[in-house]
């Protein structure tokens, strides 16, 4: 997300809006100061892996990132 915020920083964006599924709040105040907003459908208490708010969140494995990259 970060390296997101800085490419479109240096593309020159009006604005930049962050908007995501979940994410804890330690992560929202730590990113809210690098955009001009962003917002968060779920902010759970309790957050120990992003898979558990998915029905399906397969991994994905080392040779399709590498495949997909290439």
């Not at 979940?22 to 929202?28: E, P």
């Not at 962003?38 to 080392?62: E, M, N, R």
Request: charged fraction near 20%; charge should be negative; proline fraction near 6%.
């Amino acid at each position: 997300m970060r390296a997101a915020i800085a490419s479109a920083r240096a593309q020159g964006a009006g604005r930049i809006i962050v908007a995501t599924p979940v994410a804890t709040q330690d992560t929202l105040e730590r990113m809210a100061p690098e955009v001009d907003e962003i917002v968060s459908v779920l902010v759970p208490q309790t957050f120990f892996g992003i898979s558990a708010f998915y029905d399906f969140f397969p991994q994905t494995s080392d040779e399709e990132v590498i495949s997909l990259l290439g």
